[in-house]
């Protein structure tokens, strides 16, 4: 019962409602709606984001992600308050102080090749020496154990962003002047403190308090800090790390990086160090070029895994394309490539598979697996890192040793709730985008989604007769049917399994057609509709790529469907449904056109086997069906009909049964031979 709020008395000029259960409303109509947007971000979750209102939530992992790249416990308080249209609740300020009392506060640095513990809170660096742990773990250069050193604290200006040197082009004078006067107005009425950003007199005087750990205690003491309530940051100070050796790298003249894509990166270098985390942008946005980017403001030892060969190709062409990396530096290591490259530092691209596989390996591909894990990586980049808290590959994060980690993907969700282990296992997240403004400003194709309601599915590439790309499809095949897609203007579509939900690059693709989906999994959806969302190269007013899903009617995949669409609708896209195809009957050369076809069809679909699916080579899934009265349900949970042989039911299907006659094998011996053969008989 919100009836009893106080109003302040110019809420029209403010965007705000903050809520006392944390829930945060934006007006997203507001003038200063971009920049009250920009602090949401870094404070708070999004839940949902259409056209006019937009919904956050602050979460414990949001505020920690919010200290993380410099946000101070008062100063997200005041913002809140100075852009809120009702009075900041005791509740809401005693949450945000609980959550950020600690965090962010203790800092585990790496510099020269050797570990700090580094504060601006003296009084917290003396609470944790009193802890026996800790104080044994410090390395004693002074005469009193429990004495600090001071340095200076790291200056962001002191460090530059590849690709931020570039000016940008001189706009008219008279647009130049409007936009200054419009943030002049912004700034006078809530002032720069929307930004947070510290004067340089403040940024140049500041100090920080640090003490010295030996390297062996490392993970002894991050673990004691999590237990008294000091987790610790981790950060990278790459400028003065003598011992690795600097990769020559750097962004090619011409490539240059957007807005977004450098906010992006100034969370991740925003002190003058590397922080590991996570960074969010939808499909076909830049992510690669932002993964580029920051390999080439670290320049050291990089190494980049994805989810498939075909990636893996595709990141070492881009590399290739927006840097000027040499190509005895970058390094391919898939089942079927195995190579090291030329020097003490450069680049290796693999797979989430190749790098956590726990049986037998051949020769060459041990002796790469030792490579990998006998060296000190600088930069570690994992691209669709929503598939790293599965079970089988959060291994990689102890496989290899790397001092900043980078995750990258469009869809940060899991339908296991395994998504907050991320956390923990690489970092706060740094950055999320709005798909909706990216698409009003032309970073992302406009899409219109649809919905086509059906009595069933009238496709299948065998039928059409066109390409398809699906498990047991070779890693030369897929690449060649990839490039005539994009090149051969007679290869005009093209058919994917599973296998090409992600890291799939179709940049001239414009229009999807979902045919069959896996029950209500929201990443898969996202993640599909992501194949048509890099730009087009046409300009055309309205949309221009369209997305269309195949649902049967009065079936349970309605129910699927609407739980799919939820991750889109909450970016902003509203789904348009097709009842009926208007004059789809008098089509002609229609596949599966007659009743007999489709009962075939649909036939050879109910007796489909869990051995079907397995021949797709497709990775165990974190999507988890829901029944109708919304209790979790296996994959395989149906009741399936299967018609085949008695020996396939046993187990036989690569058995033989073959009977041996010994009389008979010795008798076909005995056969005639000439007799100068005979003697050696004997």
Not at 100 to 125: A, C, M, Q, W
Not at 351 to 371: L, P, Q, S
Not at 553 to 568: G, N, V
Request: hydrophobic share 35%; charged share 30%.
């Amino acid at each position: 019962n919100y009836t009893s709020l106080q109003l302040k008395p110019d809420h029209r000029s403010r965007p705000l409602w903050v809520c006392d259960d944390g829930r945060i409303i934006l007006e997203a109509f507001s003038p200063i709606a971009e920049q009250a947007q920009d602090f949401l971000v870094a404070i708070s979750e999004p839940v949902t984001r259409p056209a006019h209102i937009h919904e956050y939530k602050l979460t414990p992992y949001s505020l920690y992600a919010a200290v993380s790249v410099g946000l101070e416990t008062e100063d997200i308080i005041d913002v809140l308050n100075r852009l809120s249209k009702i009075p900041v609740s005791d509740a809401i300020k005693n949450f945000i102080r609980d959550c950020t009392l600690s965090y962010g506060k203790v800092k585990l640095v790496l510099k020269h090749n050797r570990y700090f513990v580094e504060s601006t809170h003296p009084d917290i660096l003396q609470k944790l020496l009193k802890d026996p742990v800790i104080l044994n773990a410090k390395v004693s250069s002074l005469t009193d154990k429990s004495e600090l050193m001071i340095e200076k604290a790291p200056n962001p200006k002191d460090i530059q962003i590849a690709g931020l040197d570039k000016k940008p082009e001189n706009k008219p004078e008279q647009e130049q002047e409007k936009n200054e006067e419009k943030k002049k107005d912004d700034d006078d009425q809530f002032g720069a403190v929307i930004s947070l950003e510290k004067d340089e007199e403040l940024i140049r005087d500041e100090v920080v308090h640090t003490f010295e750990i030996d390297p062996s205690c490392v993970e002894e003491v991050k673990k004691r800090c999590c237990e008294i309530d000091y987790p610790m940051l981790e950060e990278y100070d790459f400028k003065n790390d003598t011992l690795n050796t600097n990769l020559e790298i750097d962004l090619k003249p011409t490539t240059m990086i957007r807005p977004y894509q450098e906010k992006c990166l100034s969370k991740m270098f925003g002190n003058g160090r590397a922080r590991s985390g996570i960074i969010v942008l939808p499909c076909g946005a830049g992510k690669t070029l932002v993964g580029i980017t920051a390999a080439c403001t670290i320049k050291k030892s990089t190494l980049v895994l994805c989810t498939s060969a075909v990636s893996v190709e595709q990141w070492a062409r881009e590399f290739k394309q927006w840097s000027n990396i040499k190509d005895g530096q970058i390094a391919k290591f898939t089942s079927e490539t195995k190579e090291k490259f030329m020097g003490d530092a450069g680049i290796v691209i693999s797979t989430y598979t190749m790098v956590t596989h726990t049986g037998k390996r051949a020769y060459d591909t041990n002796k790469m697996m030792e490579f990998l894990q006998s060296k000190e990586w600088g930069f570690l980049l994992l691209d669709e890192v929503h598939v790293v808290p599965a079970n089988v590959f959060r291994k990689v994060l102890t496989t290899v040793a790397a001092h900043t980690k980078m995750g990258l993907t469009a869809t940060l969700v899991r339908e296991d709730d395994k998504i907050d282990d991320l956390n923990f296992l690489i970092g706060p997240k740094l950055y999320e985008a709005n798909w909706m403004d990216l698409a009003q400003k032309g970073h992302i194709a406009n899409v219109q989604v649809s919905i086509l309601m059906l009595k069933c599915k009238i496709q299948y590439a065998i039928k059409l007769k066109k390409p398809y790309i699906y498990g047991p499809t070779s890693q030369t095949e897929r690449l060649r049917i990839l490039q005539q897609f994009q090149n051969n203007p007679d290869v005009n579509t093209l058919f994917l399994s599973k296998v090409g939900d992600t890291s799939l690059d179709l940049p001239e693709a414009t229009c999807l057609i979902q045919i069959s989906s896996h029950y209500g999994s929201r990443r898969q959806e996202a993640q599909r509709l992501g194949r048509i969302l890099r730009a087009k190269r046409r300009n055309d007013e309205g949309f221009n790529a369209f997305f269309y899903s195949l649902v049967s009617r009065d079936t349970e995949e309605m129910l699927y469907s609407t739980k799919r669409q939820q991750f889109l609708i909450d970016q902003g896209y509203s789904f348009k449904v097709i009842t009926h195809l208007e004059g789809i009957e008098k089509m002609k050369d229609l596949v599966f056109n007659t009743h007999e076809e489709q009962i075939e069809l649909l036939n050879s679909t109910l007796n489909a086997t869990k051995e079907d699916e397995e021949e797709e080579g497709l990775a165990q899934s974190d999507d988890v069906a829901v029944n109708n009265r919304g209790r979790g349900i296996s994959r395989y949970g149906f009741a399936t009909r299967k018609e085949t042989t008695l020996k396939s039911h046993s187990g036989g299907d690569d058995m033989a049964y073959i009977e041996y006659n010994r009389a008979a094998a010795a008798a076909a011996l005995q056969k005639k031979r000439n007799p100068l053969f005979k003697r050696y008989r004997k």
